[in-house]
T-cell receptor
Framework: GIQVEQSPPDLILQEGANSTLRCNFS?????LQWFHQNPWGQLINLFY???GTKQNGRLSATTVATERYSLLYISSSQTTDSGVYFC????????????FGTGTQLKVEL | NAGVTQTPKFQVLKTGQSMTLQCAQD?????MYWYRQDPGMGLRLIYY???????DKGEVPNGYNVSRLNKREFSLRLESAAPSQTSVYFC?????????????FGPGTRLLVL
């Protein structure tokens, strides 16, 4: 099966700090997506980013498919950014059945 | 537009009992999915339905059955619940054939099997 690995597993930031989360994936992965799971458990799709760069407010993501990694940047972090960030991808040719990484637990403190 | 809805939100079962988790989406999506999330882990795919009338197994299908009732609804059934099925269950949907296959998730069902 495909592999999706995330780092770091845990991260604590002071409000206002910037951070970079990393996702490494195996060669046959596509449909790379980033999700945020808030402290109440809701999963929100942040980016659908099989390649290239996208930005949405303070968040941006870059996927370099040829080197099999994706990065999620959080700038000027806020306490509401706390939660777990997951990357997920599907196997090429296998529809959109996602395999998730184990996530990065982020806590933003005042 | 409610997106993806799931019922119930919480459920406690005794070992051996059965139950059905309901999921509905109002986005006219073709594909629907059931995942489970265990503590400290990412989500794992149980079953999926690529389109109305089709279903297929995911990574962890044992102990579950599904029904794609129509394009909107996709249910997950536990015939004889076991403590190992204690988990949070998420339903998701997306449209196929578009340039972006973003998946949208429901709020989850927390299940405790005693």
């Amino acid at each position: 099966g495909i592999q999706v690995e995330q780092s770091p597993p845990d991260l604590i930031l002071q409000e206002g700090a910037n951070s970079t989360l990393r996702c490494n994936f195996s060669d046959s992965v596509n449909n790379l997506q980033w999700f945020h799971q808030n402290p109440w458990g809701q999963l929100i799709n942040l980016f659908y980013i099989p390649s290239g760069t996208k930005q949405n407010g303070r968040l941006s993501a870059t996927t370099v498919a040829t080197e099999r990694y994706s990065l999620l940047y959080i700038s000027s972090s806020q306490t509401t950014d706390s939660g777990v960030y997951f990357c997920a991808g599907s196997e090429r040719g296998g529809g959109n059945k996602l395999t998730f990484g184990t996530g990065t637990q982020l806590k933003v403190e005042l | 537009n409610a997106g993806v809805t799931q019922t119930p939100k919480f459920q406690v079962l005794k070992t051996g009992q059965s139950m059905t988790l309901q999921c509905a989406q109002d986005m006219n999506h073709n594909s629907m999915y059931w995942y489970r999330q265990d503590p400290g882990m990412g989500l794992r795919l149980i079953y999926y339905s690529a389109s109305e009338g089709t279903t297929d197994k995911g990574e962890v299908p044992n102990g579950y059955n599904v029904s794609r009732l129509n394009k909107r609804e996709f249910s997950l059934r536990l015939e004889s619940a076991a403590p190992s099925q204690t988990s949070v269950y998420f339903c998701a949907s997306n449209d196929r054939g578009l340039s972006e296959e973003t998946q949208y998730f429901g709020p989850g069902t927390r299940l405790l099997v005693l």
